[in-house]
């Protein structure tokens, strides 16, 4: 067969790439890139999830999803998908700079605001059940309004609340509740940035997902290097007192000799503010076939290849709606639980069916727990999770009070220095995310041993914290930590989102990333 283009090219290859063609029915052919899936009857037996032979049987929606994944492969990399994955990246970026940022500038806040030790935590504890509900709640509006306004809404809370940390005088309380405003945008972030590339890359670039795990650290590096030209140059003495726990006219720290940490949080949400205009302004976000066939909408979502097809300059798709109708005819005994909306629905309808939408989402939670695989999975990875964000949390949030008070009392270093060491003990970790890309692809070590390994390194750093009381063991041993923590967090995620291709994988992904933020602190 002549070949006529390089798209053309790469649609033969993607078609070569799955594993195996189910029989033919109804002139409709559906990709089959698991032998699991071709199993005519349940089995979900324990002792099948524990040897891996645990297996389902295709229903509708997963039919005519792999119809559409088909699609996606033929497109390859192109340019949408490069987009896709870099405006994503932004938002892993985002997720990490702002808890480093928050993180580093806590001391100059506490001194500031006059705030006791046994109160330091309420920041981060605000912080963290804002990303608990906004995991939650991102999570199942992302189903109910689509992807496409998660998307942007995300960035533009987190923009807005973060631009107004840097209001607040002499009033910790209104910055914990500002951050907690801020961090509801941020929990939705992580979920739907990973939901939307896995929808939109090819399967053979899957594994760009588990790199998308490198923003972190950049970002972490990112938010330290902003802190040191910040927080630590335009910071009063460490030891000078409140304003608020003095008489008036002494020596206190000031807001005006303080605005270093103020000025850090503006750099922030700049940065913020720009990753949305990007997002909402200047790329053109198509809305996901996947959330678009899951509501009954597959006319849209055949459209909405079309138009990736164009953007990427590639051949139109093969795809048409009579397929889809042929598969509806094999399963005909087949139900949808999906709200479809007519797209001739008045803007009153629409709302009202969004409304019904919530509590639907909400019973779909059970859904999770409906066999022994998918429960087994879901508190397996809600506890490495948990692990992973407990140390960063630990770290994240005290380090810096370790440090300083480390460097400042015992004269070992300035303030300046403490910064410094942060961008040394964070920027090995882009190495991390590099390290778990390729660790996953070698045949002897894969995704198993890769996050064995990185468990155990974890722990032990960790272990051996209490055993250190330098400024050198503490940086040494949390860099450790960090790289091996970058190394496990992006196997955890591709792992948790492709473990299934029911409607229930992404809903599991981001019900797991609740349990995570919940109990970070």
Request: proline share 3%; charged share 15%; with cysteine.
């Amino acid at each position: 067969m002549a070949l006529h283009s390089s798209g053309e090219q790469r649609r033969l290859d993607a078609d070569e790439k799955a594993a195996s063609i189910d029989e033919t029915r109804g002139g409709v052919q559906v990709p089959i890139y698991n032998n699991l899936e071709l199993v005519s009857s349940e089995n979900l037996t324990f002792s099948a999830i524990i040897k891996g032979t645990a297996a389902h049987p295709l229903n509708t929606f997963e039919k005519k999803a792999a119809l559409i994944n088909a699609e996606i492969d033929k497109f390859g990399l192109g340019r949408y998908q490069i987009c896709i994955w870099f405006l994503c990246g932004f938002g892993y970026f985002l997720d990490l700079a702002w808890a480093q940022g928050v993180g580093l500038i806590a001391t100059a806040i506490y001194q500031e605001m006059n705030v006791a030790d046994a109160d330091t935590g309420t920041i981060f504890a605000l912080a963290n059940a804002g990303l608990a509900i906004g995991a939650l709640g991102f999570g199942l509006a992302v189903d109910i309004i689509g992807r496409k306004w998660a998307f942007n809404l995300t960035c533009l809370i987190t923009s807005i609340f973060g631009l107004l940390l840097a209001a607040p005088k002499f009033n910790y309380g209104a910055i914990c509740g500002i951050y907690f405003l801020a961090s509801l945008g941020l929990g939705g972030n992580i979920p739907i940035d990973a939901t939307i590339a896995l929808e939109f890359l090819p399967q053979s670039r899957r594994f760009l997902v588990s790199l998308l795990s490198m923003w972190q650290p950049i970002g972490v590096v990112a938010a330290s290097g902003i802190a040191y030209g910040t927080a630590a140059k335009w910071r009063c003495d460490v030891d000078l007192p409140s304003c608020k726990a003095v008489a008036s006219g002494e020596p206190c720290c000031t807001v005006s000799s303080n605005m270093g940490w103020r000025y850090n949080v503006i750099v922030l949400g700049c940065m913020t503010l720009t990753i949305f205009c990007l997002r909402y302004f200047v790329f053109r976000f198509h809305e996901s076939p996947k959330f678009l066939l899951s509501r009954g909408r597959e006319a849209e979502a055949i459209e909405v290849l079309h138009k990736i097809a164009k953007f990427n300059r590639q051949p139109m798709p093969t795809l048409t709606i009579e397929m889809f109708n042929a598969i509806d005819e094999m399963d005909s005994n087949a139900s949808s639980t999906a709200a479809i909306v007519p797209t001739s629905a008045t803007r009153a309808d629409k709302n009202k069916a969004v409304l019904k939408g919530v509590g639907k989402e909400l019973t779909r939670l059970k859904g999770i727990f409906t066999n022994k695989l998918s429960c087994f999975i879901f508190i397996l990875l809600g506890i490495t999770y948990m692990g992973d964000y407990w140390s960063f949390n630990l770290a994240g949030a005290f380090l810096p009070i370790i440090l300083l008070r480390n460097n400042v009392s015992s004269g070992q270093g300035t303030v300046q220095d403490t910064y410094q060491q942060y961008v040394i003990i964070y920027a090995p970790g882009i190495l991390g995310a590099v390290l778990a890309l390729v660790s996953v692809q070698m045949p002897l070590v894969g995704r198993k041993w890769s996050l064995v390994f990185s468990a155990i390194c974890q722990g032990l750093s960790m272990a051996m914290y209490t055993q250190v009381y330098t400024t050198a063991g503490y940086v040494g041993l949390n860099a450790l930590e960090y790289i091996m923590q970058t190394v496990s967090f992006p196997i955890h995620d591709t792992s948790s989102s492709q473990f299934h291709s029911n409607p229930f994988t992404v809903l599991q992904c981001r019900v797991v990333r609740v349990s995570t933020r919940a109990f970070r602190h």
